[in-house]
């Protein structure tokens, strides 16, 4: 069975401190890698989609990279806004089906 | 529309009542998908559909669970009997075909009391 795995499930940093999410994965037949962030009382907003292993995309502070085991989200110099739960999912060939599965998430809270 | 919009935003029923949650996915968007967040926990997928057919229903938790999409667009999950474990948020997304993004709705939070 696929699994999505993410850690910390909450992180606190400071304003300006950088860090990195962490998502783990086990599948057989990776289609894409998703990271999607959550405010709360709101649906997931998608944020970036990863393909292929050594992959990398950037928006504003965020930048995603992939491996063939894991997933990182690194945030440089974060601010308060990007106060959120960041959701990973995968999107796997080897059971035909469409659907992505999500992690549980990292809660990141930034204090000014 | 713009977005994906899912009605009611909230609701509150009695254990035991039926409910039924819509979603009104973007335009032209062929694939749709329901999932359900618990508190504490992640998204848990219910059921896909691409066009009107349903590929994928795995993720159903019971026979009180059912949906239906009519004319590619307008979905409704039912939900029969309701129990206070059905009390979660249920999200709803569509795509415009596999491997792009979902764009989630904001979600329905059921409440069953």
């Known amino acids: 069975e696929d699994q999505v795995t993410q850690s910390p499930e909450a992180l606190r940093l400071q304003e300006g401190e950088s860090s990195s999410l962490n998502c783990s994965y086990t599948?057989?037949?990776?289609?894409?890698l998703f990271w999607y962030r959550q405010d709360p009382g709101k649906g997931p907003e998608f944020l970036f989609t990863l393909y292929s292993a050594g992959e990398e995309k950037e928006k504003e502070r965020l930048k995603a990279t992939l491996t063939k085991k894991e997933s990182f989200l690194h945030i440089t110099a974060p601010k308060p806004e990007d106060s959120a739960t960041y959701l990973c999912?995968?999107?796997?060939?080897?059971?035909?089906?469409?659907?992505?599965?999500f992690g549980k998430g990292t809660k990141l809270t930034v204090n000014p | 529309g713009a977005g994906v919009s899912q009605s009611p935003s909230n609701k509150v029923t009695e254990k035991g009542k039926d409910v039924e949650l819509r979603c009104d996915p973007i335009s032209g968007h062929t694939a749709l998908y329901w999932y359900r967040q618990s508190l504490g926990q992640g998204l848990e997928f219910l059921i896909y559909?691409?066009?009107?057919?349903?590929?994928?229903k795995s993720g159903l938790p019971s026979d009180r669970f059912s949906a239906e999409r009519t004319g590619g667009s307008v979905s409704t999950l039912t939900i029969q009997r309701t129990q206070q474990e059905d009390s979660a948020v249920y999200l709803c997304?569509?795509?415009?075909?596999?491997?792009?993004?979902?764009?989630f709705g904001s979600g329905t939070r059921l409440t069953v009391v």
């Open positions: 559909f691409q066009g009107n057919s349903a590929p994928d």
């Open positions: 999912a995968v999107q796997a060939f080897e059971d035909g089906s469409e659907k992505l599965v």
């Open positions: 997304a569509s795509s415009l075909q596999e491997g792009y993004g979902y764009t």
């Open positions: 599948v057989s037949g990776l289609r894409g």
